[in-house]
């Protein structure tokens, strides 16, 4: 069952959570079941998450009210249209749901990445800057998840300080690190990824 608030942007989200919370309360239930919510791996399954600590992004509600960095004039930008329109009706669209609600935490994340606290907490974190890098490495093999398949110096943590450090593509793997512990990116480009329970922990 698709439990989505009005006005969705194509799939259940913390406000929809909240929103079966209070229907729940109402009718004497006391107890609400959901499936994993860990990030998802390619086939998009709650069961087959590539983290062990992750929230899925497309969880996370991303709409001014819930997130004050993102403006309003960002947030009509960027689900203008009838593309983001068709995502309220029929099955979820995980790809092009995926892409809307990356583009949106990005918006926000371009006027909350400097503060204190998003440094704070990726310092507290250390996952945090392994998982980054293993989530570049990830869309650097087009969101293969089985990591045995990836060039052998993609393959370990090891490999990956000796060899893909050297390579044009570990710039992006550090403007994931950088969104993650609040530092700006090299190039704009919208990154986002939590912890996995493989070697890249």
């Not at 996370?60 to 689900?79: G, M, V």
């Not at 507290?124 to 990591?147: K, M, P, V």
């Amino acid at each position: 069952m698709r439990c989505a608030p009005q006005n969705d942007l194509g799939i259940g989200d913390t406000a929809a959570v909240k929103e079966l919370i209070e229907w729940c309360a109402r009718h004497g239930f006391h107890v609400l079941q959901v499936l994993p919510i860990n990030e998802t791996g390619p086939d998009n399954s709650p069961y087959n998450a590539i983290s062990a600590m992750a929230l899925e992004p497309t969880t996370i509600t991303t709409t001014p009210a819930a997130l004050p960095d993102l403006l309003p004039a960002d947030f009509e930008r960027i689900t203008s249209g009838a593309a983001s329109a068709s995502l309220q009706t029929g099955p979820v669209r995980y790809r092009q749901v995926k892409a809307l609600k990356r583009e949106l935490l990005w918006a926000a994340f371009q006027r909350a990445g400097q503060r204190k606290e998003v440094a704070n907490f990726a310092k507290a974190n250390d996952w945090l800057e392994h998982y980054t890098l293993y989530r570049a490495l990830l869309d650097e093999n087009r969101g293969r998840d089985d990591w045995e398949s990836w060039p052998p110096e993609h393959q370990s943590p090891s490999r990956r300080e000796k060899r893909w450090r050297r390579t044009q593509n570990f710039n992006y793997a550090g403007n994931f690190m950088r969104m993650s512990s609040g530092l700006p990116t090299s190039n704009g480009r919208m990154c986002a990824g939590m912890p996995t329970s493989t070697e890249w922990r």
